[in-house]
DNA sequence: CGAGCGCTTGAGCTGATTCAACAGACGTGG
DNA sequence: CCACGTCTGTTGAATCAGCTCAAGCGCTCG
């Protein structure tokens, strides 16, 4: 069941053979709840087992001295926040949960071992831990860049596209549990900023946010708003077209472009 | 000396034996230069190669509809900024030079190779790339949370702290040869208010940016203004102590939270 | 019923932006 | 050699998005 999982999330971002499946139906792992607000790993550990979200919301994020926190990530079900523990000596931010979730706990040994069975397999986790690492590079955009109500909407087109992706959606809505708060965290804003404009996008009608859940109603002028692009979350069903649109730059290319080795 | 180059930057975040060291040594790949302003890869594109930063300054950035850029990351000579197009279908920013550089186009073929060959380097290889991802993650937490000073003040400690573990300073200065405008597009500020905050920077006596090189006069102040704690970067001589330093939480943590596994 | 948590609202403040003008350094071409 | 344009840095004044502080409201749960 927990290879499964973690077979549905990589089948998202690439192709699986039979025998990758069959590999990782065999990796064994620990199943245990996380209660809201408690953390999973800390900074400065050095975890002997990778995460995997079953069901619930994670993050990953950091507290600073004045008691303020960011946010870097969000992570739902099918998810994976913690492979980059396999390759570096010690995690640099907290994984918490956001509400009370159920993860599984995969010792590394295990995944090295499948790895060493199925380069695939090793080729998409690799992968994985890449595309989490566009998204924070995304959401540096956002932060940096963007209006609150802007911001706001990408993030909620980001939590809807990847809730479709991991199948989670049911008509135009999906679970959100995060307070105003929390997206406050994640997006670098009060939570007073959050309620006022939280309020006004509720007045435009494309989408609310109510009881823990996301309800999408126009997820194009949505999207529009918020400068939403999905090419980064490198989902396989992604049209190219669409990856291409936001390439152009207003400087010059290189002398040369094509043909750039021999 | 492209694979030593490469040789030295993993040598940084991990442990190379002599027979890694005889691997990279006979990596191939094609020396170029580029020009100030120009990109060696666009958003979109599916590269064969990945690139080494031999000389000068790379960053990773890309275009808004409204003309401003998001700058998500530098990269030093010895970096080596595209890694992760090893293992993703196509890159989702551009790649460009802050001013004249030298770089090493290495085919993914060559370094498939040596990362067949040896294990260590694969696992270092993915390292970088997620060195890289939490600098972004860091870069996240700065532009959202701090003020202006105190980002420009973490940015050019990261620099210097970077350039130091690349044996590129003198002293107590390195090349930063970014333009005003520059600094901005990296901390999401307008290139006035950089300029303003930098004034006030330089009154301190902490630290002078001019001519293209930053001078460093008081590390400590300036990271204790920049809230700075360079354990995101990963960096072996970095002490432990101070590594663990960040991570106590005001939240509780986890029920039982030692010996997860069983 | 009371406590706590999350949401809402108001009023005043401030850090950063916008727009605009100008100054110095540099390179280029006449 | 000077004249010119471009690029980078600098300064001022007005404006605004988002913050702070503070209070109040409505749930839910013990």
Same mark, same amino acid.
């Given at each position: 069941m927990i290879g499964e999982t973690l077979a549905e999330r990589l089948s998202c971002i690439g192709e699986l053979s039979s025998a990758d499946r069959a590999a990782l139906a065999d990796v064994k792992g620990t199943v245990r709840p996380v209660a809201k607000g408690c953390d999973i790993l800390t900074a400065g550990e050095e975890p002997e087992f990778a995460v995997l979200v079953l069901r619930g919301l994670l993050c990953h994020h950091r507290w600073k001295r004045d008691g303020t926190r960011q946010i870097h990530s969000f992570y739902l079900a099918k $998810?994976?926040?913690?492979?980059?523990s396999l390759h570096i000596d010690y995690v640099d931010s907290n994984l918490g949960a956001v509400v009370q979730s159920t993860v599984a706990l995969i010792p590394h040994a295990e995944l090295f071992r499948v790895m060493e069975q199925r380069p695939n397999l090793r080729a998409l986790m690799w992968r994985e831990t890449l595309v989490q690492a566009a998204i924070v590079r995304e959401w540096l955009t956002r932060n940096s860049t963007l209006p609150a109500h802007s911001a706001l909407a990408h993030l909620f087109c980001e939590m809807f596209v990847r809730a479709q992706a991991a199948e989670l959606t049911t008509g135009g809505s999906c679970d959100l549990p995060a307070t105003q708060e929390t997206l406050a965290h994640a997006l670098g804003l009060t939570a007073v900023h959050v309620n006022r404009t939280l309020q006004m996008l509720r007045e435009t009608e494309m989408v609310d946010l109510k009881n823990g859940r996301l309800y999408v109603h126009e997820f194009d002028q949505l999207a529009a708003l918020g400068e939403? $692009? %999905?090419?980064?979350?490198?989902? +396989? +069903?992604?049209?190219k077209a669409v990856r291409h649109?936001?390439?152009?730059? %207003?400087r010059q290319t290189i002398a040369g472009g094509a043909g750039l080795i021999q």
């Open positions: $998810d994976a926040p913690s492979l980059e939403f $692009d %999905p090419s980064y979350l490198h989902l +396989r +069903r992604c049209s649109a936001a390439a152009t730059s %207003p």
